[in-house]
């Protein structure tokens, strides 16, 4: 089945830890995105990648890195200069129309 | 001033019930629009586009007002399965604009 998939479902990590959170689409979609939504608020976009190799800051970068070297993976690295790293982050892809396509997500707890 | 705004809810209603939301947005230049749909602890899901004219899916019928900003999800005949959180999105400039959802809780 085509799909994006994010792993792991949840995360768990002590303060001051880097932790990188896993987002892989078969899809063949050049665009991927990663988005952090926190609760009673709409989703915010972190990072975004039109195209392999090639990536931009969304609206909350600071504290996060991507890396896209391959079409089908785009990682996020929430780093310990994120300072509320706790949330839900949803990972998407979209061809090249404007519909994009979530993962399940994963949640990370930072304690 | 949020780019995207909706009435958080919840929305109780019953059965059957028809059910509107409204959602209003900042950038009048915006030319796409969305609904996608949230069930609980899940990822987004694209319920339908709206368009100019309106547009109409089912029990869904969407539509857009340029002059005032705001579009609308209008849904008859409410089920139990459509409890979920509806996001309003816009295309802002080049980026998707999502807004924090409205909660929806159809009942028996």
């Known amino acids: 089945d085509g799909g994006i998939t994010q792993s792991p479902k949840y995360l768990f990590r002590k303060e001051g830890q880097n932790v990188t959170l896993s987002c892989e689409q078969n899809l063949n979609h050049d665009a991927m995105y990663w988005y952090r939504q926190d609760p009673g608020q709409g989703l915010r976009l972190i990072y975004y990648?039109?195209?392999?190799?090639?990536?931009q800051k969304g609206d909350i970068a600071e504290g996060y890195s991507v890396s896209r070297e391959k079409k089908e993976s785009f990682p996020l690295t929430v780093t310990s200069a994120q300072k509320n790293p706790t949330a839900f982050y949803l990972c998407a892809s979209s061809d090249r129309g404007l519909t994009q396509y979530f993962g399940p997500g994963t949640r990370l707890t930072v304690t | 001033r949020k780019e995207v705004e909706q009435d958080p809810g919840p929305f109780n209603v019953p059965e059957g019930a028809t059910v509107a939301f409204n959602c209003t947005y900042s950038?009048?230049?915006?030319?796409?629009f969305f609904w996608y749909r949230q069930d609980c602890r899940k990822e987004p899901k694209l319920l339908m586009s709206v368009y100019s004219s309106g547009n109409e899916d089912g029990r869904f019928t969407a539509q857009l007002n340029r002059a005032s900003q705001y579009i609308s999800l209008l849904i008859r005949d409410s089920k139990l399965s459509d409890s979920a959180t509806y996001l309003c999105v816009v295309l802002g400039y080049n980026k998707l604009i999502f807004g924090a959802g409205t909660r929806l809780a159809v009942h028996p």
């Open positions: 990648s039109q195209i392999v190799n090639d990536f």
């Open positions: 950038n009048s230049a915006s030319q796409s």
